[in-house]
């Protein structure tokens, strides 16, 4: 089983990246996804999830507007387009998957699957 996410750099204020997870060793449709982010000395946070079919997504508050999580069923990938990024963005990012739980999009505490995470750093 793995998560390998890809896509992370060193971008401007205002920039954008997006952040790639590739899945494999498990089937794709069986998860939904979330993608989370740890900055030094803080603790992991949610930043979206996206449902197996992509119909249902969510995002954490702060970050609405300037995120959007997609993906490629075809491709077992999973994207996280971020723009007008910001220095208090800078963090590893992290792929996860989960199963539905209730219906509901799975959070940090139901994810089953992680990846190695990616750094994206924000420069003022």
């Known amino acids: 089983v793995q998560l390998q996410a890809s896509g992370g750099g060193l971008v401007q204020t205002g920039g954008s990246l997006r952040l790639s997870c590739v899945a494999s060793?498990?089937?794709?449709?069986?998860?939904?996804y979330g993608w989370f982010r740890q900055a030094p000395g803080k603790e992991r946070e949610f930043v979206s999830a996206?449902?197996?079919?992509?119909?249902?997504?969510r995002y954490a508050d702060s970050l609405k507007g300037r995120f959007t999580i997609s993906s490629d069923n075809a491709k077992n990938t999973v994207y996280l387009q971020m723009n007008s990024l910001k220095p208090e963005d800078t963090a590893v990012y992290y792929c996860?998957?989960?199963?539905?739980?209730?219906?509901?999009?799975?959070?940090?505490?139901?994810?089953?699957?992680w990846g190695k995470g990616t750094q994206v750093t924000v420069s003022s």
């Open positions: 996860a998957a989960g199963p539905l739980v209730g219906g509901t999009l799975p959070d940090y505490g139901d994810m089953e699957y």
């Open positions: 060793g498990f089937t794709f449709d069986d998860y939904a």
């Open positions: 996206i449902s197996r079919n992509g119909g249902s997504t």
